[in-house]
Nanobody
């Protein structure tokens, strides 16, 4: 069983930055591919970024060059650094852990507005 708790969301002005954190608890966490997904109002959940246990990353084209995913296995935490945010990035952001099972966090709201 893996528990995921996201933090770091909030209200930010266009062009601003936020860093989301996902604290994981459970066993064999370093084996999991960790990811961030988002779901805007009335939209389907979409992939934002993933990072494998070996550190290989995959970034969605819509955020490439603006968002960075990283993980600290010593802290069991995965991060999403978001820069140059725009209103289109407004969503609930979910942390995801995937290996033998798939786990989701409860989500954190990010709102980009002036």
């Amino acid at each position: 069983q893996v528990q995921l708790v996201e933090s770091g969301g909030g209200l930010v002005q266009p062009g601003g930055s936020l860093r989301l954190s996902c604290a994981a608890s459970g066993s064999l966490l370093n084996m999991y591919t960790m990811g961030w997904y988002r779901q805007g109002s009335g939209k389907e959940r979409e992939l934002v970024a993933t990072i494998t246990s070996g550190g290989r990353t995959n970034i969605a084209d819509s955020v490439k060059g603006r968002f960075t995913i990283s993980r600290d296995n010593t802290k069991n935490t995965v991060y999403l650094q978001m820069n140059s945010l725009g209103p289109e990035d407004t969503s609930v952001y979910y942390c995801n852990a995937r290996w033998t099972h798939i786990y989701w966090g409860q989500g954190t709201q990010v709102t980009v507005s002036s």
